[in-house]
């Protein structure tokens, strides 16, 4: 008899073999006091900095998000009761996605629970139901999306990262006659670099193709509003579907898609990732309703964000500790080996008390791991400089290169 047990133990043990087993820290976040936490398990207790939330706002911590999350579970209970299909739409959700339609100028939005959701099930419908869709996806995509592609069983042909002229070579050589769908994203988190945005919505203008807009690292970030970078660059318009999460500078959970309204309303009808899933629970869209609405009147948390992103930037660069790009307010650190990446943030977290998870493969390419950190508008000046000064001892303890203009000084 197969012995399936043996099978995925040796599974995981040549994982760790190769040093990319995963553990996660157990924490928890205190309302009210982010981006302290407590850790839990060994050391329980121990009050820790976090450097590595998706919550880049600390808007899971915004008293309007949670006074509207505790009105709504008094007022409609725990959960939404089931699929929107089979229990019918909450009033928030109906506010909220009028309010992201309206935050993109978009006619439609539609919520999911999560954005990997989102994305594969838009991109499932989307590519899938075009009569012989070509797909142009960059090769740094989320993995939902390339999940999604996947399932559409359309034809794809994958662009290196944000090269246009590659874009347009596979562009012009497709037939003019077939559809196209070009995906990519704005910010791309582990580069924390940038799309040509505007170039590209050249090309789906030149060669009459539709455009998937992954926003998910710039809503509520950029642009007027948080509308994200297509906004703040001004190309309004000019992409037909956008994509975002609640779940990152709206600070709760979910995902969504807004776009014109027959093509909205085909994700909504054809989507089994949405017709046969349980909604978002009252409470979780009342909290990103209020997050989205606040972000949209404030640009405070913005402004204070892009601050303590480009002070510590500066100092990493001072200190010759290699960022991979310095385009957006993530700040990849590239270590280049998952052993080490994992024994600096062990230093950070149990010298310093701050932490920072360790990113390596499938996230990241071998060879290429890194920290992925995240100041946020609540960590103070002071802050940013002990946690730059405590990488920097890290990175001296381990003999870590640095770059090239540290190095000759």
Not at 109 to 138: E, K, M
Not at 197 to 225: Q, S
Not at 230 to 248: M, P, S, Y
Not at 322 to 334: K, N, R
Request: glycine share 10%; charged share 20%.
């Amino acid at each position: 008899m197969y012995d399936y047990v043996d099978f995925f133990s040796s599974e995981i043990d040549e994982l760790e073999r190769r040093g990319g087993y995963r553990t996660f820290l157990e924490i928890q976040r205190r309302a009210g006091e982010f981006p302290a936490a407590v850790k839990c398990g060994p050391g329980q207790g121990r009050r820790i900095s976090v450097w590595c939330s998706n919550d880049y706002l600390g808007m899971g911590q915004h008293p309007l998000v949670l006074a509207a999350m505790k009105r709504a579970v008094d007022e409609a209970g725990a959960g939404s009761g089931g699929s929107r299909n089979i229990s019918g739409n909450n009033r928030y959700h109906v506010e909220l996605e009028r309010e992201l339609a309206e935050l993109h100028g978009m006619e439609e939005a539609l919520i999911f629970p999560s954005g990997y959701a989102a994305n594969d099930a838009a991109l499932t419908v989307l590519a899938g139901r075009l009569p012989g869709c070509v797909v142009f996806s960059d090769e740094l995509n989320h993995a939902s999306m390339i999940a999604g592609i996947r399932h559409s069983g359309a034809e794809k042909h994958v662009f290196r990262h944000n090269d246009t002229d590659h874009l347009e070579e596979l562009l012009a050589g497709t037939d003019p006659g077939l559809p196209k769908l070009i995906a990519f994203e704005s910010v791309y988190s582990m580069e924390s670099d940038v799309a040509p945005l505007e170039r590209i919505a050249e090309l789906a203008e030149t060669y009459g193709a539709f455009t998937y807009l992954d926003e998910v690292h710039a809503v509520g970030m950029y642009g007027p509003g948080g509308a994200g970078k297509a906004a703040e660059l001004g190309l309004d318009g000019r992409f037909d579907v956008i994509q975002g999460t609640l779940a990152k500078a709206f600070g709760t959970a979910g995902g969504y898609v807004a776009g014109r309204a027959p093509v909205i309303d085909a994700v909504r009808s054809f989507a089994a990732a949405f017709i046969f899933t349980t909604s978002l629970p009252p409470a979780v869209a009342a909290g990103a309703l209020a997050a989205v609405r606040h972000l949209r009147r404030s640009d405070q948390e913005r402004e204070q964000l892009a601050n303590r992103a480009r002070l510590l930037q500066g100092l990493l660069r001072e200190h010759g500790i290699p960022v991979v790009s310095e385009a957006a307010h993530i700040v990849p650190v590239l270590v280049g080996d998952a052993a080490k990446c994992r024994g600096v943030a062990a230093e950070l977290l149990d010298v310093h008390g701050y932490y920072v998870q360790p990113i390596n493969a499938p996230s990241v390419p071998t060879g290429s791991e890194r920290l992925r950190v995240t100041p946020t508008p609540h960590h103070s000046d002071d802050e940013v400089y002990a946690f730059a000064q405590a990488l920097n001892s890290a990175w001296h303890r381990l003999d870590l290169p640095r770059t090239q203009a540290r190095a000759a000084a």
